[in-house]
């Protein structure tokens, strides 16, 4: 079996993360995993929360505490969430780890000592009432293009538009509010990107026709317009420091490396992390050195990573001439929105992860959002469609089918499974419709296009229904009671299969599925295209019970009460 390593793009530490976050990144990476390793893979899925750069230190100053330790409180608070969702990660590490200093301070090294990083003089925005030099998100002012007037100096979050400090009107410090601005020189360290252009070029070129056309077709186009040198240092007093060993000019002014240079290797980071808790046992260097690994590597993010995970981290490791372990399929994802629009926490608009979790189990929203994943367009989310998703898929085609199914026979044939006669035309074709969709259902999940494979899974709990509409065992207990004890154990062998492929989607509720039965020495972690055939994994005898309702219906009170509470709207 093949080794694969997953990571999912780092979420920032700054903020609880809404719906859009966990289906473009986390979710998926999950999912894939968990897939896999029921297949018999050994999987490495690695994240871990983004915590450098100035949104970090304005919010920390917002709440009056030390950064690293507002980093810490927002890390659990992060943690307790994706535990919540039932993330299955190897490690969730922290980028301000000692580990991933030390390796984002030997690759800056590495790539000085190749001549791909230079020092430069650029002219940047000072604060005299600071005494300092701003970073771009450290200066707010007008945006030029829509007015809005809270715009930073790098972007306007109301138009989007990319922006210089130089261009905002009425700029002033984010950090005292002060207007004494001017412009003056200093020293900053540039990634050579251009230099690395033509064999990060030729790199992408080996592998994009793999990647989704979204990721692909992104990387392509920031090659086509052609790969610029870039600052990879900024003026915090948060982050990874320049090390004086190497610049000591440049670590006395308290430089640190941009975010967006160390975050990436923070996958390796939290690897080496993972790694120094059992080192006897545990051999980091085994997943990102490639002379020494045999690893599919796949990389899940939302669309406005791609350019960074597709060239500039790439050129990162090119250029430290090392054997690193690169990425072999990018998996991209368009937004999900909210309404048409974007989630807002200022505006209370949208769904975000720790209310999901208040108002209904993870298994209800883990389904829905791979089901709806935004894989090759923007997709919005509205309780309308959440709601005829739980109902109709969840609670109608999946937990009916299971209550109906246990809560019938038990009544009729007491507490195990019934032994009835020998399988016949109907059982034959079932097996067959069952086989050929699960084969479908891991074909889908082996491409990683998850919207055709929730609809694979779904076709395979509507099978069920089908056959139990068919055969009507409420009926055929009326004339012939061995008929109807065959119909029910074939039906609770579906349930039993169910449970064990349905576990990357819905683990919690697989887990009640499959505990329902009393099977000794149940380590079945897939179902092959025989056994899918056959449906015989419960033997007549083995002892269930009927678990609590899996699903339960929302209904159209719920449906308003979201809305009104989470600013729902079908303008």
């Known amino acids: 079996m093949a080794r694969h390593l997953i990571t999912s793009a780092l979420p920032y530490i700054n903020g609880i993360k809404h719906l859009g976050n966990m289906v473009g990144s986390m979710l998926p990476a999950d999912v894939y995993s968990r897939y896999l390793r029921q297949r018999g893979h050994e999987v490495l899925y690695i994240c871990a929360t983004d915590e450098h750069g100035t949104p970090a230190e304005l919010a920390a100053k917002e709440q009056g505490i030390p950064v690293d330790e507002f980093c810490a409180q927002a890390h659990n608070a992060q943690k307790a969430v994706y535990d919540g969702f039932n993330l299955a990660f190897d490690y969730f590490g922290r980028s301000s780890s000692p580990q ?17 990083i230079e020092e430069r003089a650029i002219r940047q925005v000072y604060s005299n009432t600071d005494g300092r030099f701003l970073p ?11 007015g809005y007037d809270k715009a930073r100096g790098d972007q306007c979050e109301n138009c ?36 690395l252009a033509g064999e990060v070029e030729a790199w992408v070129d080996e592998r994009a026709d793999n990647w989704p056309v979204l990721a692909s077709s992104i990387a392509r186009k920031w090659l086509t317009e052609g790969l610029h040198d870039r600052a990879i240092t900024r003026d915090l007093d948060w982050g990874v420091p320049v090390p004086a060993d ?15 240079f160390d975050a990436p290797i923070e996958y390796i980071g939290a690897t080496k992390e993972w790694a120094d808790q059992d080192p006897e046992n545990r051999d980091w260097r085994s997943w990102w050195w490639e002379s020494e690994a045999d690893v599919h590597y796949t990389e899940f993010m939302g669309k406005d990573n791609v350019p960074f995970h597709s060239v500039m981290f790439p050129a990162t490791l090119l250029g430290t001439r090392s054997p690193w372990k690169k990425v072999d399929v990018i998996k991209a994802f368009n937004w999900l ?32 959002m791979m089901a709806n994943a935004p894989e090759s367009d923007d997709s919005s989310f509205t309780w309308e469609h959440f709601t005829a998703t739980v109902n109709k898929d969840l609670a109608d085609t999946l937990g009916n089918f299971v209550n109906r199914v246990l809560s019938f026979s038990r009544k009729r044939f007491g507490d195990a499974v019934p032994e009835g006669g020998e399988p016949g035309e109907a059982e034959a074709r079932l097996g067959e419709e069952i086989a050929r969709l699960l084969a479908e259902y891991e074909e889908q999940m082996e491409a990683i296009q998850f919207r055709k494979a929730a609809a694979a899974l779904r076709a395979l709990w509507s099978a069920g229904n089908s056959y139990l509409e068919e055969k009507a065992p409420w009926l055929e207990i009326k004339t012939n009671k061995e008929g109807a004890a065959l119909t029910l154990r074939t039906a609770m062998n579906l349930i039993h299969l169910y449970a064990v492929v349905s576990e990357p989607f819905i683990p919690a509720s697989s887990a009640a599925m499959r505990a329902a039965f009393d099977l000794r020495d149940d380590t079945a972690t897939w179902v092959t295209q025989e056994e899918a055939k056959s449906l015989t994994a419960l033997t007549p005898g083995v002892p269930f019970t009927v678990p609590p309702v899996l699903f339960a219906k929302l209904t159209d009170e719920d449906l308003e009460t979201y809305k009104e509470r989470f600013g729902g709207s079908d303008e």
Request: a negative charge.
């Open 100 to 116: 991933n200093h030390e390796i984002t301070q030997e690759i800056a090294r590495e790539l000085k000592a190749n001549g791909f």
């Open 136 to 146: 771009d998100r450290y200066i707010i002012g007008t945006c030029p293009h829509c």
């Open 160 to 195: 989007t538009r990319v922006l210089d400090p130089t261009d905002l009107i009425d700029a002033r410090s984010a950090i005292s509010g002060s207007s004494d601005l001017e412009i003056r020189e200093t020293k900053h360290l540039f990634l050579l990107q251009s230099a």
């Open 246 to 260: 190497t610049w000591p000019d440049l670590a006395a002014e308290g430089k640190v490396f941009y975010v967006w």
């Open 337 to 368: 929105n909210y309404y048409g629009g974007k989630f807002s926490t200022s505006q209370r608009r949208g769904v975000f992860t720790h209310d999901a979790l208040e108002i209904l189990p993870a298994d209800y929203w883990r389904y829905f």
